[in-house]
């Protein structure tokens, strides 16, 4: 198999508090270096994306999330592997954000989120969850 041949599916959480919306610095250290993205992360075999979800934020951040509205998943082709990410708007439910793996976080109002450089796949995501809110669901 090539490496063009590699498809991930990734959970990623749109976690909103207080009218912000959390998003997360992928470390130097990972792929996509420094890219923003929603954190997140691999879906395991059997296990469903919100479970993944679930297990990635308290891996991640150590907090635990109640999951809300799924969003458009979103396909994209990186040059070395393609992702379809599967979004889901979330708030927290317990837990303090302590990082494990990403170099930063900012809270940001939606309309704000377009100002960072986002990992590609995310930007769609984005999009749609901006129309979900212009359209006054959120
Ligand atoms: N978590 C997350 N990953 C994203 C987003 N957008 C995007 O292109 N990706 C890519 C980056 C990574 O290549 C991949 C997720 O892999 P990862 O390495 O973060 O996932 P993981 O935590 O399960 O990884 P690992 O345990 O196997 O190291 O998806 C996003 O919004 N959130």
Redesign the pocket.
């Known amino acids: 198999m090539s490496a063009k041949a590699i498809h991930?599916n990734?959970?990623?959480a749109i976690i909103e508090q207080d009218g912000l919306v959390l998003a997360a610095q992928?470390s130097a250290a990972?792929?996509?270096p420094l890219?923003w993205?929603?954190?997140?992360?691999?879906i395991d075999p059997g296990e469903t994306p919100e479970e993944c979800l679930r297990r990635?934020l308290v891996?991640?951040m150590g907090i635990h999330v109640i999951i809300g509205k799924s969003l458009p998943t979103s396909m994209?082709h990186?040059p070395t592997?393609a992702?379809t990410?599967h979004p889901f708007v979330c708030s927290i439910n317990s837990g303090v954000i302590v990082l494990h793996?990403h170099a930063a976080i900012v809270w940001l109002p939606p309309e704000k989120l377009h100002t960072l450089d986002w990992?590609?796949?995310?930007v769609p995501?984005i999009g749609s969850y901006l129309a979900e809110c212009k359209a006054g669901f959120r």
């Open positions: 991930i990734v959970t990623c992928r990972m792929s996509l890219k993205e929603f954190p997140g992360g691999k990635e891996e991640e994209h990186y592997f992702v990410l793996e990992a590609e796949a995310d995501v």
